[in-house]
Nanobody
Framework: QVQLVESGGGLVQPGGSLGLSCTASGSGFSFNTMGWYRQAPGKQRELVSVINSSGSTVYGGSVKGRFTISRDNAKNTVYLQMNSLSPEDTAVYFC??????????WGQGTQVTVSS
């Protein structure tokens, strides 16, 4: 089985920065695409950013230029650096990992609140 441990999140003022990390573990699995999705109250879960094992990235339109995703393959860890945060970024952020053999795993979620 695959386990995901998320850290980071919290309360930040508008214009501030915050970092998230997610570490995956699981014997016999390769962690292909790793990344983050978010869900605000009353809204659907949406893509924030994902990165594959080769370092190719995809960003959701609303975070391009403000958020940066990276990963450390040796540590099976994905990072999300969030800058220029606005109240519209307030949401629960979920780590997501797609594995080989095929699996699609979610973290428990971490709250990010942007408020003055």
């Amino acid at each position: 089985q695959v386990q995901l441990v998320e850290s980071g999140g919290g309360l930040v003022q508008p214009g501030g920065s915050l970092g998230l990390s997610c570490t995956a573990s699981g014997s016999g699995f390769s962690f292909n695409t790793m990344g983050w999705y978010r869900q605000a109250p009353g809204k659907q879960r949406e893509l924030v950013s994902v990165i594959n094992s080769s370092g190719s990235t995809v960003y959701g339109g609303s975070v391009k230029g403000r958020f940066t995703i990276s990963r450390d393959n040796a540590k099976n860890t994905v990072y999300l650096q969030m800058n220029s945060l606005s109240p519209e970024d307030t949401a629960v952020y979920f780590c997501n990992v797609k594995t080989y053999p095929w699996g699609n795993y979610w973290g428990q979620g971490t709250q990010v609140t942007v408020s003055s």
